[in-house]
């Protein structure tokens, strides 16, 4: 089982700064990362697919990164709409998701 | 547009079974799978099983192997996901997600997702 660990569990950043999340997998599982964005009340969302490409509709200033175990979820510039859950998910194998990460208002 | 409406609110005896269905709208349900992620009150996301829209083949993560059975109705492009033997921790809402891959479960993302069903198991 590949497990997935997202740091820090809670990031305070105010507004037009930028944010930097990290998800690490236990073993290497290329660029097979998915990231996504969940609203209190709301079902998640996908940002982010194959580490690095954004899903359509997605602004810019997302942005992701990285592969093989480190990955890095960027959002720069954060807007008042992006404080949320991020989480990110494996499928390289039985898939599975990190435990998030939440974007507050510092 | 991709649309995913489940069923709605369930509330449940421990030992019951639930029943939650997905209807597909918008796009080729046989083109896709349908995945299933469930998420308990302040926890995180947890994936639980999927199903092919395309040849009804599925395959669950090994602790609801024994427990989950889903069905693909091609004709009103709908999936249904039933939970069998409910205990107080399947309390969740359970979503319905739209699996890019039609093939083999659980190696793609999830691009469109359902509104969330939320399973009450108390006696």
């Known amino acids: 089982e590949i497990l997935m660990t997202q740091s820090p569990a809670t990031l305070s950043v105010s507004p037009g700064e930028r944010a930097t999340l990290s998800c690490r997998s236990s073993q290497s599982i290329g660029s097979n990362l998915a990231w996504y964005q969940q609203k209190p009340g709301q079902s998640p969302r996908l940002l982010i697919y194959h580490a690095s490409t954004r899903a359509t509709g997605i602004p810019a200033r997302f942005s992701g990164s990285g592969s093989g175990t480190e990955f890095t979820l960027t959002i720069t510039s954060l807007q008042s709409e992006d404080f949320a859950v991020y989480y990110c998910?494996?499928?390289?194998?039985?898939?599975?998701f990190g435990q998030g990460t939440k974007v507050e208002i510092k | 547009q991709v649309q995913l409406v489940q069923s709605g609110v369930e509330v449940k005896k421990p030992g019951a079974s639930v029943q939650v269905s997905c209807k597909a709208s918008?796009?080729?349900?046989?083109?896709?799978?349908i995945t299933w992620v469930r998420q308990a009150p302040g926890q995180g996301l947890e994936w639980m099983a999927w199903i092919s829209g395309y040849n009804g083949k599925t395959s669950s993560a090994p602790k609801f192997q024994d427990r989950v059975t889903m069905t693909a109705d091609t004709s009103t492009s709908t999936v249904y996901m039933e939970l069998r033997g409910l205990i107080s921790n399947d309390t969740a809402v359970y979503y319905c997600?739209?699996?890019?891959?039609?093939?083999?479960?659980?190696?793609?993302?999830?691009?469109?997702w359902g509104q969330g069903t939320l399973v009450t198991v108390s006696s």
């Open positions: 998910q494996q499928y390289n194998d039985w898939p599975g």
């Open positions: 997600a739209r699996d890019v891959n039609l093939i083999v479960g659980g190696l793609a993302w999830l691009d469109s």
């Open positions: 918008g796009y080729d349900f046989t083109n896709y799978g």
